[in-house]
């Protein structure tokens, strides 16, 4: 069951990256489905329905329940969380 929102980090060699996306548990194992970005705002969408596993250490913060936009379907599925 997938609930609450996140920040987790990535880190590469060089660089951290940080993602948001939707946790949840899988046989007692955390999984995060990772959201997209919109490019012209802060809006975010489900990229895909692929579930990765990640460990604990990795999660930066949680997110707070995203705002609902209503309207037309394609506006629906965008999610944007009121944080600053």
Do not use: C, W
Not at 47 to 68: E, G, T, W
């Amino acid at each position: 069951m997938f609930d609450n929102y996140i920040i987790v980090k990535l880190e590469g060699k060089k660089t951290k990256f940080h993602y948001a996306g939707q946790i949840g548990y899988d046989d007692n194992e955390q999984m995060i489905i990772y959201l997209k970005r919109d490019k012209l705002s802060f809006n975010f969408i489900f990229q895909n329905d692929q579930v990765s596993a990640f460990p604990a250490d990795d999660i930066v913060r949680k997110l707070p329940n995203p705002l609902d936009h209503g309207g037309m379907a394609h506006l629906a599925s965008h999610l944007s969380f009121p944080v600053n």
